[in-house]
């Protein structure tokens, strides 16, 4: 197949970036031929490691750039200059993130090819227009519901969504129209794997030898929930346990949201016990999850959890929030500790359990790993992938693909 995938920005080190990226170069892997679209391409911060063999057509910004927000307008006009850009007519339209979808649909319309749509987060139009939260929001409230009709006309011309979680399907049907599917990403297991540098890291942020190391990584926003980790580490510690929460990542996009945590850290004495990193190289990544005991992902209301695979693809025991996604693919005690979203009491009880029983520790780490090695990965990823844009293609050309055995991807 000639597939187009298609991304507004590529400016992060996000988990919705890296898969994309990564789908990309499995599909290539796969025999298709692959290209990636986007409208702004930060290449020294957006997986150089991962990019430096594989070319992203940055078609750059569109009118007005300086244009901000909301952020729908600098979407649409940043995806109305994509499709006009484009003129290489594609079999597959695979656009990523929203707005991605309308650049997409309108590429359709003007070169042909099928829709197939990987959203990674469910679209707040409606909530926005549905519950303004103060005198500004209901002067916006009208242009949130233009805004919503919009986006639902134009997600009607989707041939086919996909989700990574059964709960953001549902929280999509409820509100737009059209066919769905959902589809599970997972972890590069080449690239994550047991083996890190866990004496270095340890050394570099003076960890002792019998201090349990809970860490956290990715991109600092809101729904992450690290407030709940913060207060459940101080219950832990509180009950005699020698625990340091690692808190790693960059705060690019919510600088305000670390500098709320950091004071919150400040006024409960917890300098000694949580340690703010910053952002992690890339090539440091397997690093920082080989020096921890165990890995925590607090995030509520969170589509998928890609991360939190990567975590267990190199052996690191994760604890998971109910409340993200990719628990529907985990087992409480058997590969993961699963908890209550927002609920510090429960994920207490979890994180003690985990790091005053070392033999449920190996039990999650050896089981875990295993699943993210051999079921959650990139090849099974693309092969799902592929095999549903296949389905959209058929279905519409039934003549263009060889049978193909029926298989339901609605279900892990």
């Known amino acids: 197949m000639d597939i187009a995938l298609i991304i507004h920005e590529a400016l992060i080190e996000g988990g919705g970036e890296r898969q994309c990226i990564c789908l990309a170069r499995a599909l290539s892997q796969h025999g298709h031929r692959v290209t990636l679209y986007t409208s702004a391409y930060d290449r020294a911060n957006c997986f150089p490691e991962i990019c430096k063999d594989f070319t992203i057509k940055e078609v750059g910004r569109g009118a007005w750039p300086w244009i901000k927000r909301p952020l729908f307008v600098r979407g649409y006009l940043d995806m109305r200059r994509l499709a006009a850009k484009v003129e290489e007519r594609h079999e597959v339209w695979n656009p990523h993130h929203w707005p991605a979808q309308w650049g997409a649909v309108w590429l359709k319309h003007k070169l042909g090819g099928a829709v197939v749509w990987m959203c990674n987060d469910v679209p707040d139009s ?10 500004a929001g209901w002067i916006k409230a009208p242009l949130y519901w233009f805004y919503y009709f919009y986006d639902r006309s134009q997600n009607r011309k989707v041939d ?15 509100i737009y129209p059209g066919r769905t599917c ?5 972890a590069d297991p080449t690239r994550f794997a047991p083996g890190g540098n866990r004496a270095g890291i ?6 002792a030898g019998d201090e349990f190391i809970l860490l956290w990584l990715g991109i600092f926003m ?3 929930r690290l407030e709940d980790a913060i207060a459940a580490v101080r219950l832990v510690a509180a009950r005699g346990v020698k625990i340091r929460l690692l808190l790693a990542g960059s705060d690019r996009s919510y600088p305000e ?13 917890l300098q000694n016990v949580v340690t703010f990193t910053g952002k992690v190289a890339d090539e440091e990544i397997c690093d920082f999850y080989a020096a921890c005991d165990a890995f925590v992902f607090p995030n509520d209301q969170q589509t998928w959890g890609l991360v939190v695979l990567e975590a267990m693809a190199c052996g690191c025991p994760v604890l998971v929030s109910r409340g993200a996604g990719v628990h529907e693919v985990l087992t409480h005690g058997e590969n993961a500790m699963l908890f209550p979203p927002r609920n510090p009491e429960a994920m207490a009880r979890e994180i003690e359990a985990l790091a005053t029983q070392p033999d449920l520790r190996r039990k999650i780490e050896q089981s875990g790993m295993r699943l993210a090695r051999e079921t959650y990965n990139w090849d099974r990823f693309a092969d799902q992938v592929s095999r549903v844009c296949q389905e959209v293609i058929a279905r519409d050309s039934p003549a263009v693909l060889l ?3 029926s298989r339901s991807l609605t279900r892990p």
Not at 182 to 186: H, I, K
């Open 126 to 135: 409606h909530q926005n227009a549905q519950r303004p939260r103060s005198l």
């Open 160 to 174: 086919l969504t996909m989700f990574l979680s059964n709960w953001a399907e549902s929280e999509f049907q409820k």
């Open 182 to 186: 959902v589809v599970r990403s997972g």
């Open 202 to 207: 340890r050394a570099r942020f003076g960890f």
């Open 222 to 224: 809101p729904h992450r």
């Open 257 to 269: 949201y670390l500098n709320s945590l950091k004071t919150l850290v400040s006024e409960a004495g």
């Open 403 to 405: 049978p193909q055995p």
